[in-house]
């Protein structure tokens, strides 16, 4: 058997999204820009994926602009709004938990002379709210704070904080890659002004997403040479992958209650199966107000590197980091900035749970983790 448990990395694309996708990749292969009949069906279906993405998130589809991914539509957030400020609005507040999306995007500002404010976070891994409004000068711009983590899982207060930004006109950017398709997401709600998705981790294609962009918000772009996506984001769009992605967001929609439910309930049989039965294993991270599907672990005295690789050996398929970071020898930077020792974040192992994982992955990844752990512990010198 083989159990996939690193959904926060990417999801399999799900049989619904790849059949709407394959007629975009055959006879289906006009260019959305082009005025003839091509183009122009091209177009309709585009217009319809927008249409399915901004509903998931209770936006307009003139909101949506599609980009490459969770990474491209942060960097578009980050740096157009700030490349669209002038006068003393000049700085950024982020948070030093955010995926390396954000974290390199408000570095490269930072290069050309932005200053940027870093806010920590708790031992949940919880930005605390008073701390970011009190951030929030007469200089500030734009606050990016994620709506989940993506190693941990920890929900953010996101409202607060947006509600605060908004009424002293600071621009607010969530990444909300996580969150999406897991949790509802309502931009009207959260009050944000700009919100990244990626199609990836909700069942879509890879190399696909979105920026919302509240009608009025001013954003310059990052790409030039064409007029598509409101001029934001030149360049021929990927039809299919937006037609998976809108698909992707339809099922999401639709079936995301009942899929919380179960892959919380799941998420949880794991993680007391291992607690129960694994000694020195200690959750990071809260037992609520986290994402339904996502648990991270660490076991005392081991290597979470060699875990992973006994694991992947059993079948089980986890990660120790984010995919972008994944491979690296350093800890997670959240666990770190939770607080956490060297040793209790090095070995440290997340598990993020899907759409499709079933209660006997879960209880044969509980018996591999016993294995791995147990097999480790005795070779230990
Ligand atoms: N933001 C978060 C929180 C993520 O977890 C990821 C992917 O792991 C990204 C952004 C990047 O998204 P993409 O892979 O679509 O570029």
């Given at each position: 058997?083989?159990?996939?448990?690193?959904?926060?990395?990417?999801?399999?694309?799900?049989?619904?999204?790849?059949?709407a996708m394959l007629p975009y990749l055959g006879e289906r292969w006009g260019n959305p820009a082009s005025r003839h009949w091509f183009g122009q069906g091209a177009l309709r279906a585009v217009d319809a994926a927008?249409?399915?993405?901004?509903?998931?998130?209770?936006?307009?589809?003139?909101?949506?602009?599609?980009?490459?991914?969770?990474?491209?539509?942060?960097?578009?957030?980050?740096?157009?709004?700030?490349?669209?400020?002038?006068?003393?609005?000049?700085?950024?507040?982020?948070?030093?938990?955010?995926?390396?999306?954000?974290?390199?995007?408000?570095?490269?500002?930072?290069?050309?002379?932005?200053?940027?404010?870093?806010?920590?976070?708790?031992?949940?891994?919880?930005?605390?709210?008073?701390?970011?409004?009190?951030?929030?000068?007469?200089?500030?711009?734009?606050?990016?704070?994620?709506?989940?983590?993506?190693?941990?899982?920890?929900?953010?207060?996101?409202?607060?904080?947006?509600?605060?930004?908004?009424?002293?006109?600071?621009?607010?950017?969530?990444?909300?890659?996580?969150?999406?398709?897991?949790?509802?997401?309502?931009?009207?709600?959260?009050?944000?002004?700009?919100?990244?998705?990626?199609?990836?981790?909700?069942?879509?294609?890879?190399?696909?997403?979105?920026?919302?962009?509240?009608?009025?918000?001013?954003?310059?772009?990052?790409?030039?040479?064409g007029?598509q996506?409101?001029?934001?984001?030149?360049g021929t769009l990927n039809v299919a992958g937006i037609v998976?992605?809108?698909?992707?967001?339809?099922?999401?929609?639709?079936?995301?209650?009942?899929?919380?439910?179960?892959?919380?309930?799941?998420?949880?049989?794991?993680?007391?199966?291992?607690?129960?039965?694994?000694?020195?294993?200690?959750?990071?991270?809260?037992?609520?107000?986290?994402?339904?599907?996502?648990?991270?672990?660490?076991?005392?005295?081991?290597?979470?590197?060699?875990?992973?690789?006994?694991?992947?050996?059993?079948?089980?398929?986890?990660?120790?980091?984010?995919?972008?970071?994944?491979?690296?020898?350093?800890?997670?930077?959240?666990?770190?900035?939770?607080?956490?020792?060297?040793?209790?974040?090095?070995?440290?192992?997340?598990?993020?749970?899907?759409?499709?994982?079933?209660?006997?992955?879960?209880?044969?990844?509980?018996?591999?983790?016993?294995?791995?752990?147990?097999?480790?512990?005795?070779?230990?010198?």
């Amino acid at each position: 058997m083989r159990v996939y448990l690193d959904y926060n990395a990417t999801a399999p694309i799900r049989a619904e999204v790849l059949d709407a996708m394959l007629p975009y990749l055959g006879e289906r292969w006009g260019n959305p820009a082009s005025r003839h009949w091509f183009g122009q069906g091209a177009l309709r279906a585009v217009d319809a994926a927008r249409a399915e993405v901004a509903a998931l998130i209770g936006a307009r589809p003139q909101e949506i602009v599609f980009t490459s991914g969770g990474t491209e539509a942060g960097n578009l957030a980050l740096l157009g709004y700030m490349l669209a400020c002038d006068g003393a609005r000049r700085r950024l507040v982020t948070t030093v938990i955010e995926h390396p999306a954000i974290l390199e995007a408000a570095n490269a500002l930072e290069n050309f002379g932005v200053p940027v404010q870093r806010l920590g976070a708790d031992s949940d891994g919880r930005v605390n709210p008073r701390e970011a409004i009190q951030a929030l000068g007469d200089d500030v711009a734009l606050i990016s704070v994620m709506l989940a983590n993506n190693d941990v899982g920890t929900m953010q207060p996101l409202e607060a904080i947006a509600r605060a930004a908004r009424s002293r006109g600071v621009g607010v950017h969530t990444d909300a890659v996580q969150a999406v398709g897991r949790v509802p997401v309502d931009v009207e709600a959260l009050g944000v002004d700009l919100l990244s998705l990626s199609a990836h981790k909700l069942g879509g294609p890879q190399g696909v997403g979105a920026l919302y962009v509240r009608s009025g918000t001013r954003i310059k772009p990052r790409s030039h040479g064409g007029a598509q996506e409101s001029g934001l984001r030149a360049g021929t769009l990927n039809v299919a992958g937006i037609v998976g992605f809108g698909r992707a967001c339809a099922l999401a929609k639709s079936e995301l209650t009942d899929a919380a439910f179960r892959m919380a309930a799941l998420r949880d049989r794991l993680e007391r199966g291992i607690r129960e039965r694994v000694a020195g294993a200690l959750r990071n991270g809260p037992a609520s107000e986290r994402l339904p599907n996502t648990t991270n672990l660490s076991f005392e005295g081991i290597n979470g590197e060699s875990l992973l690789m006994m694991l992947d050996a059993l079948g089980v398929a986890t990660s120790n980091g984010s995919a972008c970071t994944a491979g690296s020898a350093n800890p997670s930077h959240v666990l770190l900035a939770m607080g956490l020792g060297h040793a209790r974040a090095a070995s440290a192992l997340r598990f993020s749970l899907g759409i499709g994982t079933r209660e006997e992955e879960i209880d044969f990844a509980v018996d591999a983790v016993v294995e791995a752990v147990g097999s480790l512990r005795e070779a230990r010198p």
